[in-house]
C-alpha cells in the first residue's frame, strides 16, 4: 500500500494495449497513441480504493485494484 500525508490528489500513469477500453470509476480514460493513460484520483482522508476496469481487444475484462492511504501528519 502507498500512503500519502499532503497530497489531495494523485496522477496515476500507466500502459495497456493501444486498443483496451480503460474505465475508471464509470468514467471512460483514453490512452495516447503509445497506449499511456493518465487519472488524476483524489484522495480523502483513510483508504481510498481506486479500481481499473480494462477490456482487451479480444473482449477480456481485467480488473486492477489499488489501495492508497491518506494520513494527517
Known sequence: TDTFYNENLIKIVAKTEKETSINIFGERVYPNQD???????????GENTLVIELIGANGKKTIFKKIFYKKSL
Open 35 to 45: 497506449g499511456v493513460f493518465e487519472y488524476s484520483f483524489p484522495l480523502k482522508k
